[in-house]
C-alpha cells in the first residue's frame, strides 16, 4: 500500500502542475456569429450575456474542459425588431429556453496550442453533438495577479442541426459562422 501511495506521489510531481479552473472575464469576451440573408449578404450579431469556465494545466499548456452558458435573450443583431423576432417561438423561443449551454466532453490536441474540442451544446432543450477548433493564447501574468489565457475558436454550424428551422434556406442561410474570443482568468 505504502509503495502504491509513493508511486502515485511521485507520478504527480513528474507530470507538473494540475489543471486550473480559468473564468471567463465577459469585459474582455465576445461570442458572435454571421448567418446568410436573401443569399448575398451577411447578418452578424452577438450574445452579450454570457459566462463560463475552461480547466487549462499552464505546466504543460494542456486544455482538458470547458462549460459555457449563454443567456438567449441577449441576442444583438443591432437591430430591435429582428431580435425581438428572434427572441420568439421561431427561432430561440427564449421564454421556454433562456439558456444556451455548452459542456464539453472530451479534448484531444491537435497542435501547438490547438484543441479539438467535444461536447454538447444545448439549444431549444436539446444536447447535440459539435466539434469545436480552439487555440489556445498564453498563458500569461495578469496585471492583478493570477494567470491570463486567451480561447479562439470559429466554425460553422448548420441552424437547422440546432433545431431552428424558421425560414427558408434562400431567405436566412442554414450555415452560421460563429465567432468566440474570450479572455480567462485563473480563479
Do not use: W
Not at 458572435?32 to 469556465?53: D, I, Y
Not at 486567451?150 to 425560414?167: K, N, W, Y
Not at 442554414?174 to 468566440?180: F, R, T
Amino acid at each position: 500500500m505504502k509503495v502504491a501511495v509513493l508511486i502515485l506521489a511521485a507520478a504527480t510531481l513528474a507530470t507538473g502542475a494540475k489543471a486550473e479552473t480559468f473564468v471567463i472575464d465577459t469585459g474582455h469576451a465576445e461570442i458572435g456569429f454571421a448567418a446568410k440573408h436573401m443569399m448575398v449578404s451577411n447578418t452578424k450579431g452577438k450574445f452579450n450575456t454570457f459566462e463560463g469556465t475552461l480547466e487549462y494545466d499552464v505546466a504543460t499548456k494542456t486544455l482538458t474542459s470547458a462549460r459555457g452558458t449563454i443567456q438567449a435573450a441577449s441576442i444583438d443583431t443591432n437591430n430591435e425588431k429582428r431580435d425581438g423576432h428572434l427572441r420568439n417561438e421561431d427561432f430561440f423561443n427564449v421564454s421556454k429556453f433562456p439558456a444556451i449551454t455548452f459542456e464539453s466532453t472530451s479534448v484531444k490536441k491537435t497542435g501547438e496550442n490547438e484543441f479539438e474540442m467535444t461536447g454538447n451544446l444545448n439549444v431549444l432543450g436539446v444536447d447535440r453533438e459539435v466539434v469545436l477548433p480552439i487555440v489556445i493564447n498564453g498563458p500569461v501574468d495578469g496585471r492583478r495577479g493570477g494567470k491570463l489565457i486567451g480561447v479562439e475558436c470559429e466554425t460553422t454550424l448548420d441552424r437547422r442541426d440546432l433545431g431552428i428551422t424558421h425560414s427558408p434556406s434562400a431567405v436566412i442561410g442554414d450555415k452560421v459562422k460563429i465567432s468566440i474570443e474570450v479572455e480567462a482568468g485563473a480563479k
